[in-house]
């Protein structure tokens, strides 16, 4: 009984994580959409932070809300775009809003390296229950979000640097295209890499 009732709050686990991540992702996108566009109707970046700082917040009222908890990296989201936001906001120094991206996409760097270290795959955790792979598998992709994670960060701070007012459009459509685009090529390749290692299931005749 004591299994069985592990084994079911471990499918619920993996399907909340999963869940959570989903929601977080589009609610990501839909706040960097609404960042982008306040900057470029307003030109100004205190105001555009402002926007994305109420969308943080309402973002984790949602999942907390929908949930009942939040994950770890969400906390850390939240945290980073209320602190480093609202020190842009207090002080108008945009330094502090452009640095943001960059420790978030490290802090889940840190996180999945430190994981794996501990022999405790992160993807696994998320993923394990839908998609069936062998261990390798896992390991490679974990090691290329960790190296994905840790050059998006770099990234980020190389078009911010020198953080300067002629650097704030650059940055704010990197973040909409750029960011965006290499997102997006990443998860494709990562699709289609996962496509050559998935666990066929028997047909029956």
């Not at 982008?36 to 994305?52: E, P, R």
């Not at 939040?70 to 502090?96: C, D, H, K, P, Y």
Request: glycine share 6%; proline share 2%; hydrophobic share 55%.
């Amino acid at each position: 009984m004591e299994t069985g009732a592990k084994k079911s709050r471990g499918l619920y686990d993996g399907g909340f994580h999963l869940k959570t991540h989903r929601m977080k992702a589009a609610s990501d996108l839909i706040a960097v959409i609404l960042f982008f566009l306040t900057y470029i109707i307003t030109k100004n970046i205190v105001t555009a932070t402002s926007v994305a700082i109420a969308a943080g917040l309402v973002q984790a009222a949602f999942l907390w809300w929908k949930y009942r908890k939040l994950e770890t990296m969400q906390w850390v989201s939240l945290l980073l775009i209320v602190v480093f936001g609202g020190a842009t906001v207090l002080t108008g120094n945009r330094t502090f809003i452009m640095w943001k991206p960059t420790l978030l996409f490290w802090a889940g760097a840190a996180a999945m390296l430190i994981g794996s270290l501990m022999k405790k795959n992160s993807l696994r955790a998320l993923l394990g229950k839908e998609v069936d792979l062998p261990e390798h598998v896992w390991k490679r992709l974990t090691a290329a979000w960790i190296v994905f994670l840790a050059v998006m960060g770099a990234i980020n701070l190389a078009v911010a640097y020198p953080f300067t007012a002629e650097r704030e459009a650059v940055w704010n459509n990197y973040k909409f295209f750029g960011s965006t685009a290499l997102m997006f090529l990443f998860f494709l390749a990562q699709g289609i890499y996962l496509s050559r290692h998935l666990t066929k299931e028997p047909q029956n005749d």
